[in-house]
């Protein structure tokens, strides 16, 4: 009798431990729909399996909005990412006659977050998730893509640089003074939507040392001097003690999520505490959340961070 329970009890044990690994196998990506709209071909290098891979537009953009944006975003918020991830990304297709990825010429974009465009697999973007939302979600990001179908930003009727960053710290940055050059629909504006990410602010420890080492001088030359703020206080130009470089390039040297960045120096360290996340130039992501949590619309946030634009429909080739 006392063997036949254990028995019982063992056969239990077994198909608890197993069978949700069975379910969760056999429901995860394979049997979730696909992207039904924006058909178009478009070529991806996959940076994590390093091959070249074509895919429908609307999937590939299925798999950046999954990338790109917490699908626990509000849905306008993934909404915009669709758009603006669709206009980034016809704006460098051969199909359209433009020039591809740069670094691979064979592909229109690569999934290299810090080049192009992040992007996942379903499978991998629905593995991420808890399983009873993995369904909800997947749905949640097709509906993003297929309720902006088409849809792109233009400005003087050409597809924009649709740039865009995680959280910009209160105000976003114009072109010119983060990179070089000025473009007319991206501007500074405030952002009073982000002040809720998780990114907002971080403050990080380097020996003085290590300092010097990263921005590539001796530890005698170091003397940091911030030539130019923007008004919004992000670094444009620095002078490390060596030479002159701009903020984008002082940031990524140090490995700061920002290059809005004060700093305390003490005797073997610096502490330099950031705001923002990202170049701080176009669509802030965590200020499209904000935004959208507050009823504004998908055209709405476009609006607010691309100065100037329109949302209209594209056909590839035009
Ligand atoms: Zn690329
Ligand atoms: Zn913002």
């Not at 990304?89 to 740069?102: E, V």
């Not at 002078?239 to 940031?251: C, D, S």
Request: net charge neutral; aromatic share 8%; hydrophobic share 35%.
């Amino acid at each position: 009798m006392l063997k036949k329970i254990g028995l019982v009890l063992l056969v239990m044990l077994v198909l608890l431990l197993v069978l949700p690994a069975i379910i969760v196998k056999s429901c995860s990506g394979k049997i979730l729909p696909d992207v039904k709209v924006d058909p178009y071909e478009v070529s991806v290098w996959n940076h994590k399996t390093q091959e070249l891979t074509t895919m429908p537009l609307g999937e590939y953009l299925g798999g950046v909005v999954a990338a790109e944006m917490p699908v626990q975003f509000h849905l306008e918020a993934l909404k915009a990412q669709a758009v603006v991830a669709r206009t980034y990304t016809i704006a460098k297709m051969r199909a359209n006659g433009k020039g591809g990825c740069d670094r691979h010429p064979e592909a229109d974009i690569c999934t290299d977050h810090t080049h192009c465009q992040a992007w996942t697999s379903k499978e991998d973007a629905v593995a991420n998730w808890p399983f009873f939302r993995q369904r909800s979600y997947w749905r949640k990001i097709i509906q993003a893509v297929s309720e902006t179908q088409d849809q792109v930003i233009t400005y003087q009727g050409k597809l924009i640089d649709a740039v865009y960053h995680s959280t910009c710290g209160g105000s976003t940055e114009n072109s010119e003074e983060v990179w070089s050059n000025q473009v007319s629909y991206l501007r500074s504006v405030q952002c009073e939507f982000c002040s809720s990410s998780p990114r907002y602010t971080e403050t990080v420890q380097l020996s003085v040392a290590r300092v010097a080492e990263k921005l590539g001088v001796s530890t005698a030359e170091l003397n940091i001097n911030v030539l130019e703020r923007t008004a919004s206080g992000r670094i444009i130009k620095v002078n490390t003690g060596k030479e002159i470089i701009r903020g984008l390039e002082f940031r990524s040297r140090l490995g700061l999520r920002s290059s809005k960045v004060s700093w305390l120096q003490e005797e073997t360290d610096y502490s330099f505490t950031t705001v923002g996340y990202g170049h701080a130039v176009g669509m802030c992501q965590y200020g499209a959340d904000g935004m959208a949590r507050q009823g504004y619309t998908v055209l709405e946030i476009v609006d607010k961070y691309y100065t100037g634009v329109q949302v209209t429909t594209v056909q590839i080739g035009e």
